[in-house]
């Protein structure tokens, strides 16, 4: 029995190694469709945008351009960005590396075997960029070839074929496909020869993220650098002096500090003594005055880059902050007022509803007439009922609280225009059926029995929202308001109806500004390093989101 127990245990585990092997080779086979429809509809747009925004392109491909389109919209607040790119990516890396050291060691498995495949796999994903970004220029090469001879299909064809067996193409082709061949037959040999214990694909695939974020952060910051170097040369060739090393290291050392005294503020509240909390509170606010002094840099960076999209960008902001919170305020009073029993609440419903699901160009072509400067306008016609004197809405460039006050403050301190005032009432209406839904079915997540409860103990209605509603709401809250943020920052086709010449740009969002760098002056490199580094904005807006909802969430 001993001896039959000792022979069956090696076929056993040779037979569930192929076994577990064939289930990920079926399970790649079933996603591969999907992974080939999102490379090509999905990740090769965002990698053909970024190919764009380091060129000089309008209507047709120009020289490369490097980080000077995006240096032109930031100024050397640019360097800064990608320099911190560069370091998250190396942060990255050592969080992962630091957490799969860890797994490994609690399994007793061997790790750095796998390092093997993944530089291979890493090497391939660079020959595959490579053979992208040599084949890409003689594709749409082929649109030149094509001027003065007959359209026709075999010719563009033809001519298309030729760019896919030019002699660099090929050679890079075949370099890919030999270093994805290489990093396999790793792969498989480790799997089937070499590796001890239990070790799992999972190994292979964490070490392989690790060394694509070290790949990543190294060239990009090695890159980086060399702009610098290159803008210099070319600064002094013109006699020109740049302050860019003091400012990326001045604003980098602040931001530092900020992220030092945002820690220190935070532990303040888990110190066991008075002291050591008032200690760190004082210390948190030293470091953050010292932080912000460093990023007194910011501002003269700022004016130095593209007026029109730093103008955009606050206008977004504005039209963030008077939206949001307005919005989700209204939409959850109106879904606790429908969520009571009351008679024809399901017509309600529908009505808060219609403007969401109403064609958004017909809706605020009807808000530009409603909202017309002229003085028989309809809210001008309500505002002279009162006795007050008409104004330009859409067409008023005057910030509101410049307006209200009868002041004369400049920049963020006279608030957004009216213009965008009403642009943001807009939005509210629009918006406020769809969030007040989905409030509603939130509220119906959550048992009766905690009210119930709550009555018992003597708490009062507000009691009962304050502490039940919510925070079993929060979930809900979350989502919304993470739709919100980033709807602002995308909002496109309101804004372009209801936007008028005479507002002098004050409605103008991030979105719009792209916009009008792609289509009006077709810059589209610059109009695309505009796009990414309002991706950047968004994807920070939502680490920060995130971050605050890990501690203020309540999933029940």
Partial sequence: MTADTSLSLPVRSKKSRWSALRENLLGYAFIFPAFLIIGLFGLFPIGFSVYVSM?????TPGRFLGLDNY???????????FFWIAAIFLYMAIQRLRKVIVQAKEANEGLWIWIIPAVLSTAGIIAFLRFAVLLLPEVLGVADK????ERTRELFVSLLGEAWRMPVVQSALRLTLLIFVLAFAALYLINRYLRDGHASMDYYAAITQVVIYVTSG?????YTWAEIVRAYAEALEEGETLAIWAQVTTISAGFLLLLFSWLLWR??????TNRSMIFRLVAASMLAVGAWTLIGELPRVIDAGYADWWNGLRVTVFYSVGTVPFQLGISLMLAVLLFQNIKGKSFFRLIYFLPYITPAVATAAVFRTFFSGRPTAPFNSILGFFGADPLLWLDEPAGIINMLFGTDFGGWLAGPSLALVVVIIFNIWTYIGYDTVIFLAG????????YEAAAIDGASSWDQFRHITLPLLSPTTYFLTLLAVIGTFK??????????????GTVDTASLVIFNEFNRNTRYGYASSLAFVLLGVILVLTLVNNKIA???VFYG
Avoid: T
């Avoid at 532990?267 to 066991?272: E, I, K, L, R, V």
């Avoid at 509220?443 to 905690?450: A, E, F, M, R, W």
């Fill in 491 to 504: 909002a496109f086709n309101h804004i372009w109806v209801l936007r008028s010449a005479a507002a002098l």
């Fill in 55 to 59: 060129h000089r392109w309008r209507i």
């Fill in 550 to 552: 890990e501690k203020r």
């Fill in 71 to 81: 240096v032109k919209a930031l100024d050397n607040l640019a360097y800064v960005i």
């Fill in 146 to 149: 094509l001027r003065g001879q």
């Fill in 267 to 272: 532990s303040a509240s888990n110190q066991d």
């Fill in 218 to 222: 190294l060239v990009l910051g090695w």
């Fill in 443 to 450: 509220l119906g997540g959550i048992s009766n029995d905690l």
